[in-house]
């Protein structure tokens, strides 16, 4: 039952409602069990996923507007499925960090299920109508949750957020509206554009030119394209602990997601046209944001612009238009998904305790709280590329593959990976080695099993896979294979 | 017929190691007792497996069938096939023994050095790890597997170096040993990508190392870009291995627990680099021009750090400065197309330095100091001749015989080695040779001042206050109990036999020029090192308080010495002045262009559009009636005008 991935959570949100409010650990029992289920169900797809077909499977389908060519269709194939799985382990565990909120926790919860629904129906849906309502309807609980629960200038850092993905995702509404009614099919069904455009060879070169960039600019928005990146930081640093999580871990994927799926796919000759300028954004991305990391005070800013350099590795991997690449760039999207979210669920732990996140505010956790420290060097490690972790593989999968295309850009990026290790060793050594400081006797380390699982279970799925990265490549790779010219 | 090799003792001999790093982490770290000696029992079965391959790897060697290798397809996509596996030749035979058994001496003697630490298991993990990491270098049979555990081992240094991380200089040397070495990984990588880039497009995309041998002339590389492959290879090699310019990080990196120092600086990570230049040596083959550059840059590192080795007080700078001079030797020797004796001098210099390292940890466990000067003054207090000698007579003796070895004695180890590479150089260019010859005399000076200011002192000098105050704290000095002494003893054996063992006939004999051992060579090079121990000795006996002060005319050169050639200050202004803007820069732009200026500013503007379209919301019918009329005309007019054309 693939419907029901974004129905549990959904179902869940609705619930939730029904329980009245001092119903605490009810409520939070109705979110662990709703994201517990779904990650075992994305679980079960993945076991039972057949390698080798690069189509889509388990595909269902419920006609809706037959006269719109509308309908609730579903299936996965290797790069959603890949996605799906990211998100199961970044929404459990953000379930785990979602119920430690202490105010108006029924309205947060409640929030929390719908936002995790809707990106579980963004990566699910085959439909074009549907896939752009759900990913409206991700944005929905978002302003909300920053603006209410969030912390220092949230109500700007909202604001940007909203606006920003808002209005890239009107720039590449109108180009889908532009693509929909090119194509005179009058269906919204992927599967059938696709297989309509197999046949005929593909869109007009033209036309394909054209269309592209409304595509990947408006998409580019969401994946923070330099220099359309900016909502980024500021919005992760106003969020609270969860929405980080799951935007800067999920979230920020469906930018390229989008691209890989719509761009890539339909218009393979526009996206050629553009790689380049694509490859340079990515470029400047990377270093860029990484200069400017180094300049940060406040972690999660630094976090922040280090997902915009490391999105910059995805959206090359894309540009490069090479199965190697973009299988990597998927797997990237992956290993840097959870990787952002582990980061921001440590940061949001000790934020939680003594409402600071300075890089120099803290020293000494080593000592101090070992448990969380040894996971925020991990963390870091894994950012920055170290072998053992999935985040390294993905990486030079891209290299490997975007270097008989756009071997300037890769020298740069490259060059990316030492910059990540200059910010990333530096708040390592500020915040968990040096003496102790006497500022934080009371911290408590993460003690309960219910608080050590978020960490085990996003550092355990970078490890597993970056040790066998098979297991997922074998899965990613024959889609790739297949979408491209 | 002869049978193959069993593959299966190295991968046990390459695991082992890693599974006992995460069992202690697991598990163990409530347990460093245990932990300690589940560690060291597993680096003494590597070594044990090493052992038991050698009968038939010797076989294999007689009959000309190694190089072998066993690989499992690690990472397969499409035309690309990353492997990981075991490339077993002499070369690797030759390494494993050396991690493996210098390892384990090294884990046994840690058991006491460090057993008063309270992250004694994590330390014990950090170790294992850490040969882990070295024997995967070894083992690898193609260029991204050495890739990863290259990185490994820059983690592994990262956590030991930085071992005792509530300490700032030692957090922050692990950091600048992993930055720096990254600048090389970097580079590394670059190499690695244009190689493969070529090999793809001649048809065989390959990692691994022995194909891309056979595949080198076939695919027609571009002498230009063979050079810079070769380079980028080469950088790598430089970080790990601390060439200049990237030696800065070595030093430092003293800052680790001693035994981690003799680690890094005997058996692994430095040796790495060099390992990997006789590894790859085939690509260097393929370009004089890279060849040159590394000759020189190994003979530049061998000259300068001798001679900042020279004004070092630290026992364990000045062991570190003498590492970087001989690494440059090995780098300089395969620079010069022998990897026979890069490799022949990676060994004994393994025992010998592994020895004086593990010694000096010895010193300093029993005299609480690194200061030579304070070393010498705490033992000298009862005025018996040779003080040390009689309180800790093994670390002492064991710690000249690695003197002499190092400064290349007959017929010590290091005499062997050093006279391979110093014939090697002598056929090479005129003034790399001459490089090599100074830095014979300036090796034997450091080291005889070294044992001169330690074990024979005159305690005619007088010690500075501060330093009386530190002799007099120092308590009781002895040795410290068979697992400390016996790893020196059997160093020392080697550092003494080492060069008779059949070492040379263990690698391939890719570029076996024979060489006539020329007696005047031996001769001057002995009398250049013996010229250098007793000026030494003779100046620090008698002038103990240093010379600088007597002799104004070196005491510019000494600044520049004692500055050490002003690199890690280049290197902090450039990331001050250059780093730091840069990174402020990106900051500004962000903060001022993209969020002030076009962010903002739009939304500046779209206020500033509403707030002005607000006041045509008059509210006065009679407006927007005119503005409808207005607007119904030109739309009126419009299409008449377009319904003419």
Request: glycine residues 8%; charged residues 10%; aromatic residues 14%.
């Amino acid at each position: 039952m693939i419907f029901s991935l974004p129905w549990i959570p959904l179902l869940g949100a609705i619930t939730i409602l029904c329980i009245p409010k001092n119903r605490i650990a009810l409520l939070k029992s109705v979110v662990l069990a709703s994201c517990g289920l779904s990650f075992l169900i994305t679980l079960s797809y993945l076991f039972r996923f057949e390698i080798g077909n690069s189509g889509f499977q388990f595909v269902e389908r419920l006609v809706w507007l037959p006269a719109l060519g509308i309908q609730y269709q579903a299936g996965l194939d290797g790069i959603n499925m890949t996605l799906c799985l990211l998100h199961a382990f970044v929404s459990l565990a953000g379930a785990f960090v979602a119920c430690n909120t202490a105010v108006r926790t029924k309205e947060y919860l409640f929030f929390y299920l719908v936002l995790v629904g809707s990106i579980y129906g963004v990566f699910t849906i085959l439909d074009l109508f549907f896939l752009y309502l759900y990913y409206e309807m991700t944005l929905i609980p978002l302003y909300p949750m920053i603006i209410i629960w969030g912390s220092k200038n949230k109500e700007y850092g909202a604001m940007k957020l909203t606006l920003f993905i808002t209005a890239g995702a009107v720039v590449a509404l109108f180009g889908i509206l532009l693509f929909y009614h090119n194509l005179g099919l009058e269906t919204f069904d992927l599967i059938q554009i696709r297989e309509v455009l197999r046949q005929a060879g593909g869109l007009n070169h033209a036309f394909q030119k054209f269309l592209t960039p409304f595509l990947l600019l408006g998409f580019g928005v969401i994946a923070s394209l330099w220099p359309l990146h900016s909502w980024s930081p500021i919005g992760y640093a106003a969020a609270p602990t969860s929405v980080s999580m799951l935007h800067a871990g999920v979230l920020k994927k469906m930018g390229p997601y989008f691209v890989i799926r719509l761009a890539v796919t339909f218009l393979p000759v526009g996206t050629l046209y553009w790689a380049p300028w694509l490859a340079g954004l990515a470029a400047i991305g990377i270093l860029y944001a990484g200069m400017a990391a180094i300049w940060q005070k406040d972690l999660k800013f630094m976090v922040g612009f280090s997902s915009v350099s490391h999105m910059g590795y995805v959206l090359l991997g894309i540009a490069a238009m090479n199965p190697i690449a973009l299988s990597g760039a998927v797997f990237l999207m992956f290993s840097h998904g959870i990787m952002a979210a582990c980061t921001f669920a440590l940061i949001g732990f000790l934020y939680e305790q003594t409402h600071v996140r300075g890089v120099d505010d803290f020293g000494g956790l080593g000592k101090k709280v070992p448990f969380v420290a040894t996971c925020f060097v991990m963390a870091a490690l894994a950012s920055l590329g170290l072998p053992g972790f999935s985040n390294f593989v993905s990486e030079l999968l891209v290299f490997i593959g975007s270097w008989p295309r756009f071997p300037g850009v890769v020298v740069l990026a490259v060059f990316g990976i030492l910059v990540t290790a200059i910010y990333l060793l530096r708040a390592v050594q500020q915040v968990c080695y040096g003496p102790v400081n006497p500022r934080w006797t009371e911290l408590q380390d993460a003690a309960q099993f219910s608080q050590k699982l978020p960490f085990v279970l996003l550092l355990g799925a970078l490890l597993v896979f970056g040790f066998w990265p098979h297991g997922l490549l074998r899965v990613i790779q024959p889609t790739v294979g297949a979408i491209l010219p | 017929m002869v049978e193959g090799i069993n593959f299966s003792f190295f991968w046990l001999t390459l695991w082992i190691p890693f599974l006992i790093a995460v069992f202690i982490l697991f598990f163990l770290i409530k347990f460093p007792r245990l932990a300690s000696a589940l560690a060291t029992l597993g680096m003494f079965i590597s070594f044990g497996l090493t052992l038991l391959a050698l009968p038939q790897f010797y076989r294999l060697h007689h009959h000309h069938l190694l190089p072998l290798e066993s690989s499992l397809t690690w990472i397969s996509l499409g035309s690309i096939q990353i492997e990981f596996g075991i490339l077993i030749n002499g070369l690797t035979i030759l390494m494993l023994l050396i991690v493996t058994g210098v390892g384990s001496l090294i884990f046994l003697y840690s058991m006491t050095y460090m057993e008063k630490d309270e992250g004694y298991a994590r330390y014990f993990a950090s170790l294992s790890l850490f040969a882990f990491s070295m024997i995967g270098i070894v083992v690898s049979n193609n260029f991204i597997q050495v890739f990863i555990f290259w990185e490994l081992v820059g983690l592994s240094s990262y956590l030991l170096i930085g071992f005792w991380y509530q300490k700032p200089e030692a957090s922050t040397a692990g950091k600048k040993a992993f930055l720096t070495t990254r600048v090389g990984d970097v580079g590394m990588m670059l190499g690695i990508l244009t190689l493969f880039g070529f090999l793809l497009q001649s048809g065989l995309g390959t990692f691994n190392f022995l194909q891309t041998e056979q595949n080198l002339n076939d695919a027609a590389i571009p002498a230009g870009w063979m050079t810079l492959i070769a380079l980028g290879i080469f950088l790598g090699v430089v970080g790990k291995s601390a060439q200049v310019p990237l030696h800065v990080w070595l030093p430092d990196a003293m800052e680790g627990p001693t035994p981690v120092s003799a680690l890094i600086h005997a058996a692994t990570m430095v040796a790495a680099g060099v390992f990997l230049l006789a590894r790859v040596g085939f690509l260097f083959m393929h370009s004089p021009q890279a060849l040159t550059i590394v000759a020189w840059t190994g003979a530049v590192t061998a000259f300068l750090a001798a001679t900042v080795a020279l004004t070092q007080n630290d026992i364990k700078k000045i062991l570190a400065y003498s590492t970087l001079s001989q690494l440059g030797y090995m780098v300089m020797a395969l620079g010069l197309r022998s990897s026979e004796a890069g490799m022949f001098h990676l060994t004994t210099h393994a025992f010998f330095k592994a020895l004086l390292f593990l010694g000096a940890g010895s010193l300093i466990h029993a005299i609480h100091t690194q200061d030579i000067w304070v070393m010498g003054a705490a033992s000298r207090g009862e005025r018996t001749l040779l003080p040390l000698f009689r309180k800790m007579p093994i670390t002492s003796l064991t710690f000249i015989i690695a003197t002499l070895a190092l400064m290349g004695i007959p017929p010590l180890s290091g005499y062997h080695s050093k006279e391979e590479i110093l014939t090697v150089a002598h056929h090479g260019p005129t003034p790399i040779f001459w490089f090599a010859m100074v830095t014979v005399f300036l090796t034997a000076f450091y080291m005889g001042r070294l044992v001169t200011v330690v074990f024979f002192g005159s305690d005619k000098g007088r010690l500075p206050p501060a330093l009386e105050h530190a002799v007099s704290h120092s308590p009781s000095i002895h040795e410290s109990g068979w697992r400390m002494t016996f790893p020196l003893v059997i160093l020392a054996i080697f550092s003494v036999i080492g060069g008779y063992l059949p070492i040379r006939e263990m690698l391939p004999d890719r570029s076996h020029f024979e060489m006539a051992h020329g007696h005047a060579l031996e001769l001057i090079s002995l009398a250049f090192a013996l010229s250098g121990f007793f000026i030494a000795f003779f100046l620090y006996r008698f002038f103990p308080s240093g010379i600088s002060p007597r002799f104004a005319a070196v005491r510019a050169p000494l600044f520049v010495l004692e500055k050490k050639y002003f690199f890690d200050a280049i290197y902090d202004f450039f990331i001050k002045n250059v780093q730091d803007n840069v990174a402020r820069l990106s900051d500004a732009v962000e903060r001022w262009v993209i969020v002030r200026g076009a962010v903002n500013g739009t939304a500046f503007f779209t206020r500033f559009l509403g707030d002005r379209l607000r006041k045509l919301q008059t509210g006065m019918v009679q407006f927007y009636a005119l503005l409808f009329a207005g607007g119904f005309t030109l739309i009126l007019f419009i299409w008449i005008l377009g319904g003419r054309a």
